[in-house]
Nanobody, 121 residues
Framework: QVQLVESGGGLVQPGGSLRLSCAAS????????MGWYRQAPGKQRELVAF???????DYADSIKGRFTISRENAKNTVFLQMNSLKPEDTAVYYC???????????????WGQGTQVTVSS
């Protein structure tokens, strides 16, 4: 049906930057919201940033001013630019999309497989 494929994770030193990408493909009629979540070892998954199809955004307090979410609607792609990274940003980052599939009755949540971000010197 719908697949989300993330890329861009890796190892970076504190203060460095990374850019995550997530492309949605499949039987997509429309995508409303797209977002990034993260889960650190021993912790619950948390929302990092969210963006609607109209461009409205929401950010977790812990990353405001450092991370920026954006999307290309025509390519069903969402990005997360992460600057001034800190060790506490280390986590697996997951892409999420609220998708209406072709011929489907409504909206469903879809998730990517996750990409590891490690911030360490």
């Amino acid at each position: 049906q719908v697949q989300l494929v993330e890329s861009g994770g890796g190892l970076v030193q504190p203060g460095g930057s990374l850019r995550l990408s997530c492309a949605a493909s499949g039987s997509i009629f429309s995508i409303y919201g797209m977002g990034w979540y993260r889960q650190a070892p021993g912790k619950q998954r948390e929302l990092v940033a969210f963006i609607t199809s109209g461009g409205s955004t929401d950010y977790a307090d812990s990353i405001k001013g450092r991370f920026t979410i954006s999307r290309e609607n025509a390519k069903n792609t969402v990005f997360l630019q992460m600057n001034s990274l800190k060790p506490e940003d280390t986590a697996v980052y997951y892409c999420n999309a609220e998708v209406a599939v072709v011929g489907g009755p409504g909206w469903d949540d879809y998730w990517g497989q996750g990409t590891q971000v490690t911030v360490s010197s």
